[in-house]
C-alpha cells in the first residue's frame, strides 16, 4: 500500500482503497472472535476495535457525501474560508500516515466499543468500504479540490472533498497497520 497520498488523484485514491479492502478480506477476513477481540494490552485495541473505529470515523462522511451530491448540503461559514482548507487537509493527511510516528487519541464519539466485538465486523466494513468506493466514483466528475467540507471530528476544520476521501484512506491504512501489528504480537491466538 501506498502511505503518501498528498497529492494523489481520485483514481489513486479509488486504487489504494480497493487494495486495502482486499487486504482487509484476505488478513482478517476469517479471524475468529476471539482472535477479533484479542489485545496486546489493556492499553491497546483489538483488530476489532480497530475497524470498529473505522465504522465509526467513515460514517459521517458517508452521509455528508450522500447529502452534498444530491445537493442538499448547505454551505458553511468556515467552509468560505480561503487556504485554510488546504492546510488542514495536508496537516491531517500528513498526522494520520501509518508511517508519520505519530499516534492520537481518538475523541469520544469516534472511539470503538469496548465490548466483544463479533468476527463479523470485517464484512460489515468491507459493505461500508464498497458504500464509500461507490461514493468515490459518483463524485470524481466534480471539482473535488474546490469543494470544501467541514470535518465530522472538529467542527472548525475544513478541507476539500478531495483531502477527505484521502484522509479517509490514510486512515485507513494506519488502523490496518495497527491490527496488523495486534496479529504480530506474541500471544496472539493462533
Known amino acids: 500500500m501506498n502511505h503518501d497520498l498528498q497529492d494523489s488523484d481520485v483514481s489513486t485514491v479509488l486504487s489504494e482503497m480497493s487494495l486495502l479492502t482486499e487486504e482487509t478480506k484476505r488478513v482478517f477476513g476469517s479471524l475468529s472472535g476471539q482472535q477479533v477481540n484479542w489485545k496486546p494490552s489493556e492499553d491497546d485495541w483489538s483488530i476489532g476495535q480497530c475497524f470498529d473505529h473505522l465504522l465509526i470515523s467513515n460514517r459521517p462522511y458517508v452521509v455528508l457525501v450522500e447529502e452534498l451530491l444530491a445537493g442538499r448540503r448547505p454551505r458553511r461559514a468556515w467552509e468560505r474560508v480561503p487556504l485554510v482548507p488546504r492546510l488542514f487537509g495536508r496537516l491531517l493527511i500528513n498526522t494520520l500516515r501509518p508511517d508519520s510516528g505519530r499516534t492520537s487519541k481518538a475523541r469520544p464519539a469516534f472511539r470503538p466499543s469496548t465490548s466483544h466485538i463479533p468476527p463479523s465486523i470485517i464484512a460489515t466494513f468491507l459493505d ?28 472548525f476544520v475544513t478541507y476539500s472533498l478531495m ?20 496479529m504480530e504480537s506474541p500471544g496472539f491466538p493462533v
Not at 130 to 139: G, I, W
Not at 150 to 155: K, L
Open 163 to 182: 483531502d477527505a476521501w484521502r484522509i479517509i484512506v490514510v486512515h485507513e491504512q494506519n488502523h490496518f497497520v495497527q491490527a496488523t501489528r495486534v
Open 128 to 155: 461500508q468500504q464498497e458504500q464509500l468506493r461507490r461514493l468515490m466514483e459518483t463524485s470524481h466528475t466534480l471539482d473535488l479540490d474546490r469543494i470544501v467540507i467541514t470535518s465530522p471530528v472538529v467542527s
